[in-house]
């Protein structure tokens, strides 16, 4: 089977993408077929949030399972065939933790592979303009020339700490 999911972004409304895989997929061979099509830095943490028909999270995939010593990674022991069973079924796919920024994802078709030979991931439709990967917003407000930080710590010249407290 291939499964074509649309990829819709809020904050860009002229952004869809569509990326067909094979139901065999796990969603981390998603995670990086999509880093590639959109070119992103596959080192950043990413997660998968499997949602409800109004996009209330159900179940997470991460990238890590941080729980556990050894790291395993969820996003490798799940194929998508376990979780997406119906067209229309929808997921978010995190892809910025900083900004909090997700893709909005739905599975869109379902078919027999038999006349596409779908072996790996392939963008079917991109419209707009790809996203940054991140938004980091390092814009601090100026400080007031009368602003004099070193007032603040004042109260803490005379601080001192026992070695029994330690």
Do not use: C
């Not at 499997?50 to 010593?69: G, H, P, S, Y």
């Amino acid at each position: 089977m291939v499964y074509t999911f649309r990829f819709l972004l809020p904050q860009e409304k002229e952004f869809i993408a569509e990326i067909a895989v094979p139901s065999s997929y796990s969603f981390f061979d998603l995670h990086e077929t999509v880093q590639d099509f959109f070119k992103y830095d596959k080192t950043q943490m990413a997660s998968f949030i499997i949602t409800d028909d109004r996009w209330n999270k159900l179940q997470e995939i991460a990238m890590v399972d941080f729980e556990k010593e050894n790291g395993d990674s969820p996003m490798k022991a799940f194929k998508l065939s376990d979780v997406f069973t119906q067209k229309g079924q929808r997921m978010l796919y995190v892809f910025d933790f900083f900004s909090e920024r997700a893709f909005f994802v739905q599975l869109s078709n379902i078919q027999e592979d038999k006349d596409n030979d779908v072996s790996k991931g392939v963008l079917l439709n991109l419209e707009g303009t790809i996203p940054d990967q991140t938004q980091i917003d390092l814009d601090f407000p100026e400080l007031d020339d009368e602003y004099d930080d070193e007032d603040d710590f004042d109260e803490f010249d005379d601080f001192q700490i026992d070695e029994g407290e330690l």
